[in-house]
Structures are given as structure tokens and as C-alpha cells.
T-cell receptor, first 110, second 114 residues
């Protein structure tokens, strides 16, 4: 079974620039999650979609972060403008009964 | 609010030995799941084991088993016959049924020594 795909795997940008991450969940998985994992910490949920509707975005910094899931399949997470503290790995996951994680995108903001 | 605590930031174990990682959680709810996830240096999170709160029997997956103490709100992971490939960060996670919310602990870095 194909896993959760994410791109790019690595991204380096300067502060105040914009960046976008892409996630392709496992086929048929209705629930999609974006997590932010800062080095040395556990993943923190940013946003959760059920099909193309938002279930929980309470921890998403909405002044700079946005996410969408068109047609209930792929999702993009955007940061505009980026700050130094946004440096982290951004994990996408999808689930039916169990959750599968993608490989993550490591973002470095300089 | 639910919380998950992993009190051991780092642990090491000799190859072939057994190690136990601890996890405690706090909730007033009854219908939840608990998970252990493994995150190797490649950073892809992998589900190791899952325990439904309504089940009294401890979950087991090959060399991985849990000690689920519901009253004490404790959920430890035992790794038997440790292998070098077990070296990773291990995260304990709590899932409240019906809310879609997962809460992760801060992780335990496990190093298996040859």
C-alpha cells in the first residue's frame, strides 16, 4: 500500500518569505492532519481535515499559516510570512482506523 | 484537558536486553485509545502498538508489549530482545474517541547499544 507522500522533503528560506508544503494522503483516508514538530519536541497538531472540512484548527497561527484540502484529497500548508521560530519538521498524516505519517518536510528559516 | 507525560527524555539499552519506556496520562474520559509511535532518525513516524481503553488485556506486537494500568493512568512500553534498529524517538499518544484529537508526549530517545 502506498504511504502518505509529502514534498518537498527539505526547504530553506529566509524569514519573511513564503513557503508551501504538499501532502498526498493514502487513498480513501478521509482524515488528514498537519503537525509541526520542533526539534526535541513531540508533534503539535496544526490542523485536521475530515474530507475537505476543517475539524480542528485551534492551534494553527492563522495570521501566517493557512491550509486547504481541495476535493478532500491532497492538502497544502502555507506559511506567509515565515518567522525563525517556524523552523521545524512539518508532518502530514492520514487515517481511517489507524494513522499513517508521511516522511515530513524539514523547514529551516534563516 | 488531556495531558500525556513521558518522564524519561533519554534511555539506552544493550542489544538483546529488555527496556521499558514510561508514559502517564491524565483524562476524565473513559473512551480513548493509547498509542506508542516510533520515529527513527529518518523521521517517519511509525505506529508501534495501540491499546483501547476498554480492553483489559495488554496489547502485544511481537517484541513490543504494553503495561496498561487504567486506574493509575499509566501506559508503559516494553521492548524485549532490543535490536539496533529500535534506536529511535518513542512517542506516547492519547486519542479521545469522538474528538479526533491526538495528544502526544514529549518523547523518549532510545539508543540501543551494540
Amino acid at each position: 500500500e502506498a504511504g502518505v507522500a509529502q514534498s518537498p522533503r527539505y526547504k530553506i528560506i529566509e524569514k519573511r518569505q513564503s513557503v508551501a508544503f504538499w501532502c498526498n494522503p493514502i487513498s480513501g483516508h478521509a482524515t488528514l492532519y498537519w503537525y509541526q514538530q520542533i526539534l526535541g519536541q513531540g508533534p503539535k497538531l496544526l490542523i485536521q481535515f475530515q474530507n475537505n472540512g476543517v475539524v480542528d484548527d485551534s492551534q494553527l497561527p492563522k495570521d501566517r499559516f493557512s491550509a486547504e484540502r481541495l476535493k478532500g484529497v491532497d492538502s497544502t500548508l502555507k506559511i506567509q510570512p515565515a518567522k525563525l521560530e517556524d523552523s521545524a519538521v512539518y508532518l502530514c498524516a492520514s487515517s481511517l482506523e489507524r494513522k499513517y505519517f508521511g516522511p515530513g518536510t524539514r523547514l529551516t528559516v534563516t | 484537558a488531556q495531558t500525556v507525560t513521558q518522564s524519561q527524555p533519554e534511555m539506552s539499552v544493550q542489544e538483546a536486553e529488555t527496556v521499558t519506556l514510561s508514559c502517564t496520562y491524565d483524562t476524565s474520559e473513559n473512551n480513548y485509545y493509547l498509542f506508542w509511535y516510533k520515529q527513527p532518525p529518518s523521521r517517519q513516524m511509525i505506529l508501534v502498538i495501540r491499546q483501547e481503553a476498554y480492553k483489559q488485556q495488554n496489547a502485544t506486537e511481537n517484541r513490543f508489549s504494553v503495561n496498561f494500568q487504567k486506574a493509575a493512568k499509566s501506559f508503559s512500553l516494553k521492548i524485549s530482545d532490543s535490536q539496533l534498529g529500535d534506536t529511535a524517538m518513542y512517542f506516547c499518544a492519547f486519542f479521545l474517541v469522538g474528538t479526533y484529537k491526538y495528544i502526544f508526549g514529549t518523547g523518549t530517545r532510545l539508543k540501543v547499544l551494540a
